[in-house]
Structure formats: C-alpha cells, structure tokens
C-alpha cells in the first residue's frame, strides 16, 4: 500500500468512527463532533477536493481581460434528507458540503440553499437539514423544493425558514428567491390523503400531477419588484425548478417559464440559477444565462430530448461511488455583474462555466447523453 493510500484509508476508518458516534447524538455533542471531524479532516489534508484538484475552465481560451470577481456566494442543493438521522448517508453528504464550504478561505458572502432540504417534507426531515446547514460559518439563504412543500403545504418550511418567495440587495446586485414548484390542486377532487399527495408530487413523471409552475400571484409580485430596479442592476434569479422546459415528462419544466422570462428580458443582466436536475447543466436564453445546482444526494441522467446545447456534459457516473456526479459549488459575481459558475464535483475535478462561454453561445459539447 503506498503512503497516499494508507493516508485514504487511515482517514476512511476514522470518518466511519466519527459517523457511528453521531449517531442519536444530543446538539453539544453534535458540535462537538462535527468539530473535532474538521480539524481531523484538515490535519489530513483532505478538507475539500477543490483544494486539490485542478478545476477544468469552460471556454477559458476567451476569458483574456475578464471582469475581476466582486465577490462569491456557495451552494448546497437538493440534499433529499430522510427521517433516519445521522445514520443515513444523505445526511452524512450533507455534513461533507457543509466542511466544504466552511473550508473556503476567504468564505462566501453568503451560502445559498437550492431546495429539496427533505425527502417526503417530514418535520424531523426538515429540523435535521436545519441543524445541520445551522454549522455553516457564512450566512444562509433558503429556497423551498417540492420535497420540502407538498406534505403539509409548507406549513413546517415556514415555521422554519420564513416565506419562501423574497429579494435582497447585496453589493450592488438585485437577488430573488422564488417558489417555482406551485401545482394545481390534483389531490382535492381525488380525496388524496398529504403523504399520498406528497408522494404523488416526488414521483415526477407519474401523470398525475400539474406542471411545476411560478404562477399568477408571484408573477404579479415578481412584476412589482422589478419595477423598482433600475435596469441596469444585475439581477440573479433563484428557482428550484428551471426558468425554462427542459424534460416536460420529468417535470424538468416550469410551464409559465415564458411568462417570468418576459419580466426578465427588460434587464442588461440576468442568471438563473436553479436546482431540481442534478446536474452540470447550462443555458441562455436572449440576455439570460441558467445554471443548475449539483445535488448532494445522487446525480440525475441527462434527459432523452431538450438538453440546453451550452451544457459540458458528464460522463455516466460510477455507480459503486456514492459520491461520483454528487457534491456543492460556488458561484463568482464579477464587476460586470455577470458571473462564473463552479460545480465543486466530488469524485471528479472541479468546473467552471465562464460567462464567456454563455455569451459566445457555442455547443460546449455533443456528448455523452444518458
């Protein structure tokens, strides 16, 4: 065994022991522990891959003269945590993006959460994503997903993390979390009762349910928002699901997309970011660039029809890694207002879109796609 490989496996034994003593743990303990795993982790010298991987920049031959970054923001997505505590490796995964991103130097500005936190919307689902995301050293900001919503309508969600549509102003740039994930009501009529909703809803591609969509009263709010930003502000949306119809039978589909993106048209410089597709995925339409968020859970395949031509596909994930196609990201908001895109891959190198490769508008690449 080489002295690289030893270090790997000295380090696997010791994260095992760790795993197995946070389990039923009371919260100083929990704190404790979580810790101690940092600075175990940073002794070894193996925190966060991008510390040591070599990070592959999309269209970098065109980035000569580039804005230089005004400031960065993190990512956690789509963590899909069940009612299992500690034990289950979803929860484990999202221990890991949250050492990621405290590892950052400097840190973010802020950490953005891009939805889905729970897996059937249970309130011990959601309480454990908050206690965990609560380790984070930079401020949070939350989105809600379907997982999160359609078990009892938010009701838990709000009680947690406030109302899930809102806007902030941050150096210059105009955010906005919205609720792209409202249904028409399917359940009522059908005398449904919430897990059987709830289950309804997670299934995606059972049609049975609506579209994912923003709807009326947050296309009104949305309107008036914008009414009172200048133009020229840089604005970055936040959605769930994406702002346009990539795979309708996944519901990797908002269906009032067009509706939203008229609102945005009018702005010089717009990103959507959005989670939902785990996935390396990129797309720009007119003066809008879209980013998708990785999951931390498990990657999704890229759909059969409708993938955006700009996305660096990945190759097919190793199934036996629990990590391979899963892992966080950061996103760069240059002096221009524009921003570069990192998806921090867990098991692979990090990479960068640059927003020179939204605006030359190229394929990125024809393949694979499964």
Not at 162 to 181: A, C, M, Q, R
Not at 231 to 256: I, M
Not at 314 to 339: E, H
């Amino acid at each position: 065994m080489t002295p690289l490989e030893k270090k790997f496996v000295e380090r696997e034994n010791r994260r095992q022991q760790l795993f197995r003593s946070l389990q039923n743990c009371d919260r100083r303990t929990f704190l404790a522990l979580t810790g101690k795993f940092a600075a175990m982790a940073a002794t070894a010298g193996l925190v966060a891959p991008h510390s040591f991987q070599p990070v592959d920049v999309v269209h970098a031959a065109t980035s000569d003269g580039k804005p230089e970054v005004a400031f960065r923001f993190a990512y956690i997505s789509d963590t899909h945590l069940f009612s299992k505590g500690m034990n289950h490796r979803f929860a484990k995964a999202v221990l890991k993006a949250v050492e990621d991103v405290n590892a950052l130097d400097p840190q973010p500005d802020f950490v953005f959460f891009g939805g889905d936190l729970a897996q059937l919307g249970q309130a011990d689902e959601l309480a454990l994503g908050q206690q965990l995301l609560k380790e984070l050293k930079a401020p949070l900001k939350m989105m809600v997903g379907e997982h999160d919503w359609y078990f009892d309508m938010g009701e838990k969600w709000r009680e947690l993390f406030g109302e899930p549509t809102y806007s902030w102003d941050h150096k210059g740039v105009h955010f906005i979390t919205l609720n792209s994930v409202v249904e028409k009501d399917f359940w009522t009529a059908k005398g449904m009762t919430p897990m059987e909703r709830m289950l309804t809803v997670a299934g995606l591609d059972n049609g049975v349910q609506s579209r994912f969509e923003v709807g009326a009263e947050q296309r009104d709010w949305l309107a008036k928002d914008l009414a009172k930003i200048d133009k020229k502000t840089p604005l970055v949306v936040f959605s769930h699901s994406p702002l346009y119809k990539y795979y309708r039978d996944w519901n990797f589909w908002t269906d009032d997309a067009e509706e939203v993106q008229k609102l945005l048209f009018p702005f010089e410089k717009v990103t959507v970011i959005h989670g939902h597709t785990h996935q390396l995925l990129t797309n720009r339409i007119k003066n809008i660039g879209f980013h998708g968020l990785l999951s931390t859970a498990w990657p999704w395949p890229y759909a059969p029809t409708g993938l955006p031509k700009l996305t660096l596909q990945m190759d097919r994930v190793d199934p036996f890694d629990q990590f391979d196609g899963c892992g966080d990201g950061t996103v760069d908001v240059r002096t221009d207002g524009q921003v570069n895109k990192t998806y921090n891959l867990w098991s692979r190198n990090p990479t960068t879109v640059e927003y020179e490769a939204l605006k030359a508008a190229k394929d990125a690449t024809k393949g694979p796609s499964y």
